[in-house]
């Protein structure tokens, strides 16, 4: 069995959302003693808080949370009296804490992994972000992958971009100016992206709009592209100093719009009886 600890720590990674449930406190003779704790997705169940009904009625609560539609839901208490109404003869009581647990919002979909892309994929193995790290050469690719950092090895990496959640920081930076295009071009059609940038000149910028334009793309479209990429007044060509510059504008990017606050904790009683 996965630990509960082993499957955070592959959510985290993976950008998968759950639910962590904790016994808080126990009275009597229950199940699993107080710290015992369970992580349940949509789909699995990661460790146990005792089994029997107690258990089947923490993960219908907890699936529940993960189906509302305005996430994160409050984390909630619940004190569940373990007599003949939960179908558990233990006699104790055990009060269950339930904490939504989702992967950072901030997602980064870097296409390139050359001295940049690398040199960038540095300064955000420290931010709570989740970064999708895209490239055809997969000899390109460090050894040692961060652990916020998912390489995906595509022999047509413009195809990734159907792919990438709403909310997206895309980020292009490819070897090869075509594929830069057809990347773009897939980006810029959809319009659910936080943030599209290419790395390049005012220059190069002008070149791609017109080709953009070329194919079918409007004003519109082309307004969401950022070229060239970085904060402003932040000098230098080593490939260190442009990504302290990118990861400088994304975190702008990122904060322009307030977090949405957490709700309060609830407390719930889970039977009767």
Known sequence: MTGWLAALNRLAETGGDAVLVTVVEVK?????EAGAKMVVTRDKIFDTVGGGHLELKAIELSRAMLRQE?????????RFPLGPSLGQCCGGEATLLLEPIQPPAFHIALFGAGHVGKALVKLLSDLPCRVTWIDSR?????EAIPGNVTVNVSD???DEIAALPAGSFVLVMTHSHPLDQ???EAALRRDDFRYVGLIGSATKRARFVKRLK????GDAELARLTCPIGVEGAGGKHPAEIAVAVAAQLLQVRDAVPARLH???TLLRGGTG
């Open 70 to 78: 305005h996430l994160p839901p409050a984390p909630s208490v619940h």
């Open 156 to 158: 047509e990496p413009e």
């Open 214 to 217: 070329a194919r079918g793309l």
């Open 182 to 184: 057809r990347i773009l």
């Open 263 to 265: 709700p309060p904790l």
């Open 138 to 142: 997969e000899d390109i690719f460090p």
């Open 28 to 32: 009597g003779s229950t199940p699993r």
